[in-house]
Structure formats: structure tokens, C-alpha cells
Antibody
Framework: QITLKESGPMLVKPTQTLTLTCTFSGFSLTSSGGVGWIRQPPGKALECLAV???????NYSPSLKSRLTITKDTSKNQVVLTMTSMDPVDTATYYC?????????????????WGQGILVTVSS | EIVLTQSPGTLSLSPGETATLSCRAS???????LAWYQQKPGQAPRLLIYGASNRATGIPDRFGGSGSGTDFTLTIRGLETEDFAVYYC??????????FGQGTKLEIK
């Protein structure tokens, strides 16, 4: 059974750095696959922030790349996302999800298992 | 950067009817690398379709995906009450590789 769960602060102040942890089970990042972080502001669409694969290849949203870092700890089955300079517009539900590679010639992949999400509010 | 535009924004239909949702890309999506997701209020998205037309595990066959290049369609035949939700498309054929559309809300008429 594959599960993912997000953890981290639910409230951060403007200018602070957000650190979110995705703890997963039922699969491993030692030999295949990847994990991504996707966020969704209230009432708005999904936005992929970052993805890391088993070879430590990373892919970042071009508009947020300067603020994001994604890392993995395979021994703990965790993927960590840090996002600097938080602003109220970053208020959103943050999801982590397992990424399956799209195949030869693709630029990424799709997400087949998702965590429940964590609502992060940015406010002073 | 590739942009996905979904239409209509909201679709109002009755149970039993057929829903046709569109996802149009600003550039050709290589090799039909497109996925569809369903999201219900307060829940995480659920993968429905990948590779433009392949149903994910456990997805009923009333859900069908088609299209290639820049135009893709999600068709839901014989709508059931549980199908009323928001649907997103996502492309992974062109860098940066994880672009989502803005969503289509399917509501009960």
C-alpha cells in the first residue's frame, strides 16, 4: 500500500522560510521513481513546485526556482521542500505526490499517489 | 513555456449524460504526454488518465481520454453523482514538464 503524508508548520510569517517534509511508504526512491510537491491556493488551480527523482535529478517551477530546494533522504523515505521568503500569496494547500516517469522522450511525468495535503497560511 | 487552457470553465450536466472536457496546449505536447486528474472538495487530486488515453488503475471505463498534439479531450459517459468534481489536465511532454491547466468544474444541473 502506497501512502504519502505531508508535515510541517501550518502558519508561517512573511519573509520566513517554509520547510515541508513528505514521508512516504510502499515504494522506494533508491532505484526508480520520483516525488513531487504541488500546491493549490484556496479556490485556485494546481501548480507543481518541484520534483526529485531517484537519481537526484531535480526539476523546479521556473517562476519559483530561486526560492525552492528539494532534497531526499532515502534512508528515512522522506522528501523535503524548502521555500524561502514566504509571502501571503504563498498561502495554499501543499501536496506531495509520487511521480511516475512519463517515458522516453518525456520531460517529466505524472502523479499517481497523493498525500492528503497540508494547508499553509502565511500571515503575520 | 507551454500553457494549458481548459474549457469550459464550468459544465452543468445531469446524471446519465455525457461530459466532454477540453484541454488545449499552446504548443504541441510530445507523444501525447498528457494526464487528467479529478479533484473533489477537500480531497487531493486523483489520477484518471495518463498518456492521453490510458486509464489509471481502478478508474471506471466510463472515463475516456483522447487527443494528440495540442488538443485533448476527457469524456465521461453516463455521469454518476460521484463524478461531479473539478478536473485538471497536466502535460509532461515539454519542459518544464509539469504544467497543469486551470481546471474545469463539472456541476450537477
Amino acid at each position: 500500500q502506497i501512502t504519502l503524508k505531508e508535515s510541517g508548520p501550518m502558519l508561517v510569517k512573511p519573509t520566513q522560510t517554509l520547510t515541508l517534509t513528505c514521508t512516504f511508504s510502499g515504494f522506494s526512491l533508491t532505484s526508480s521513481g520520483g516525488v513531487g510537491w504541488i500546491r493549490q491556493p484556496p479556490g485556485k488551480a494546481l501548480e507543481c513546485l518541484a520534483v526529485i527523482d531517484w537519481k537526484d535529478n531535480t526539476n523546479y517551477s521556473p517562476s519559483l526556482k530561486s526560492r525552492l530546494t528539494i532534497t531526499k533522504d532515502t534512508s528515512k523515505n522522506q522528501v523535503v521542500l524548502t521555500m524561502t521568503s514566504m509571502d501571503p500569496v504563498d498561502t495554499a494547500t501543499y501536496y506531495c505526490a509520487r511521480r511516475l516517469w512519463g517515458g522516453s522522450g518525456s520531460a517529466g511525468g505524472y502523479f499517481d499517489y497523493w498525500g492528503q495535503g497540508i494547508l499553509v497560511t502565511v500571515s503575520s | 513555456e507551454i500553457v494549458l487552457t481548459q474549457s469550459p470553465g464550468t459544465l452543468s450536466l445531469s446524471p446519465g449524460e455525457t461530459a466532454t472536457l477540453s484541454c488545449r496546449a499552446s504548443q504541441s505536447v510530445s507523444s501525447s504526454y498528457l494526464a487528467w486528474y479529478q479533484q473533489k472538495p477537500g480531497q487531493a487530486p486523483r489520477l484518471l488518465i495518463y498518456g492521453a488515453s490510458n486509464r489509471a488503475t481502478g478508474i471506471p471505463d466510463r472515463f475516456g481520454g483522447s487527443g494528440s498534439g495540442t488538443d485533448f479531450t476527457l469524456t465521461i459517459r453516463g455521469l454518476e453523482t460521484e463524478d461531479f468534481a473539478v478536473y485538471y489536465c497536466q502535460q509532461y511532454g515539454r519542459s518544464p514538464g509539469y504544467t497543469f491547466g486551470q481546471g474545469t468544474k463539472l456541476e450537477i444541473k
